[in-house]
């Protein structure tokens, strides 16, 4: 059973870097919107969305660190977005959300060469 | 077991599938919002047995859909799991109070999942035993009495009083404040006293309804006090209330005391129960609790072992049977009339 399960998984695994592959794109447009200011609340929100969908899935397929910065992301965004004047944390942000990049290339990279 | 797993998440919903597939439970059906799944409820053919909710999707989130859930009649007792990232404590009592089972925190861990999942196949399976018994009877009086026939010891669950949950629901809202350690919750016991001598002078259904009333007197008395309640069997209610607001006082003692007493218990013979309700010594959140334990919940239900005199609430003197009809008996009579 535990032998089935990890190949299930593993498959699961596979399609979840394929989308990290389009959150990477997704997240470098969003970290520009952020730091220019321009449609920054839609960008936000979108970031909050995402890095929600992240957290909660990343450590089970063994991405337990990915799971970590999108969990700050998540949590620096919520904040920033419940303050009254936000765009002072606009900057903490775009930190958390380069880091949650990094490492997003830093998986992929590691992917390359490995069959699907 | 037919279980419906519902997720705005592509990839969390692949992985429930396989998860509680690989325990056994093949039979799973995903939707991918509360309306997909309130639809699939509606046209299933055959009931689900078991949920798994995630808390937050668009439009509507799980919470709500729980609610929803729990006020179709044929799955007010059936398991539902939440599966969230959201582990604050506002999130976890919403669910709770709308009447999730179990709330299991993602990421989750795909074996502890699969463990879940078997505990609510165990209490699917004693539903089905429970509903399959209640067919067997003929009358309704043979029902009534059958649906609570049980012993002095079972958690009978306390339905439509607020604050109350079921016994299983409670403890795992319990041990997941222990698992996550970041909130915690003090606890208080309270016991009847003398419940034996009740249990074996009084018809099962009207045991049942004097656990209610006994149960709605507390609930009403610790109003805004508590977080949850529940009624853990041996005549035993436990109630777990925020740190630092704890709901008993000398003032909330003696409202207890009077509350019990204006429901004018009395035996089918019309001597007086003579109830007596101990509060036991409350056990205050600790940061050294051992995770994922309920050793607080013993710890408060074995303070009842080391009651002072004056933290019992004696109501035989108070008692003044004035009335033939008593209250709660007539409340006795409309929930059988309502259930005929």
Known sequence: MQQT?????????QKFIGILRERLREFQILREKIQTGREATEALKELQFSSHKIRGVAATLG???????????????????????????TSRIATSLSNMIAEIANILEGQQGKPC | MKILAVDDDEIILELLKETVACSGFEDVTLASSGQEALQYIKTSPVPFDCFLLDIQMPHMDGVELCSRIRAIHAYKKSPILMITAMSDKQYVDRAFAAGASDYVTKPFDVLELGTRVTIAS?????????EQAKFENVTLKERLEHRTRHEVSDPLPIE?????LDYTAFENYLLLQSRQGHFTSGLIALEIENIGEIYSRTPAEDFYYLLTDIGEAISDTFRGKF?????????IYVCAFNRGRSPFSDETASDLRLAIAELYLIYGSGEPMNVTINIGEQVAPGIFSSPGSLKNLFKAIDNLHHIQTTQKIDVATLLKPRRKQMPWRSKILKNVGRAS
């Open chain 1, 63 to 89: 991405f337990g660190h990915l799971g970590d910065l999108a969990a700050i992301s998540e949590q620096d965004v919520t904040t920033v977005l419940a303050s009254p004047d936000w765009h002072e944390g």
């Open chain 2, 122 to 130: 165990r209490l699917v399976d004693e539903l089905k035993q429970a």
């Open chain 2, 160 to 164: 439509d009083v607020d604050g109350f």
């Open chain 1, 5 to 13: 399960l990890e190949s299930k998984i593993s498959t699961i695994r």
């Open chain 2, 227 to 235: 977080d949850f309640l529940s009624y853990r069997g041996d005549g």
